[in-house]
């Protein structure tokens, strides 16, 4: 079991810089791959970033390729999502979810975090 919850969000103009946090409690984080998504007013969740779980590989969504990271630190239980140039278009809810699979499907995800809110301004 893995227990996640997300910080950092929240409203920033165009061009700024966030940092997004997922706390990690259970037995299982260090050997779970972790993703990012985010969910827009009125679309479907979609896949941000994804982290295997020795950190070794990364994959991203076309849309913030270049500007955001994902990274890890299993000894601190801690997952992180660096945001930079944020546009209007990134104004989501992001989730941090645990799976197992190397995947951008959210049917591969067993463990999902409340989301935090993050809201760019034009």
């Known amino acids: 079991q893995v227990q996640l919850v997300e910080s950092g969000g929240g409203l920033v103009q165009a061009g700024d810089s966030l940092r997004l946090s997922c706390a990690a409690s259970?037995?299982?984080?260090?050997?779970?791959?972790m993703g990012w998504f985010r969910q827009a007013p009125g679309k479907e969740r979609e896949f941000v970033a994804i982290?295997?779980?020795?950190?070794?590989?990364?994959n991203y969504a076309d849309s913030v390729k270049g500007r955001f990271t994902i990274s890890r630190d299993n000894a601190k239980n801690t997952l992180y999502l660096q945001m930079n140039s944020l546009k209007p278009e990134d104004t989501a809810v992001y989730y941090c979810?645990?799976?197992?699979?190397?995947?951008?499907?959210?049917?591969?995800?067993?463990?999902w975090g409340r989301g935090t809110q993050v809201t760019v301004s034009s």
């Open positions: 979810a645990a799976g197992f699979r190397f995947s951008s499907s959210i049917d591969d995800y067993d463990y």
């Open positions: 982290i295997t779980w020795l950190g070794s590989r990364t």
């Open positions: 259970g037995r299982t984080f260090s050997t779970s791959h």
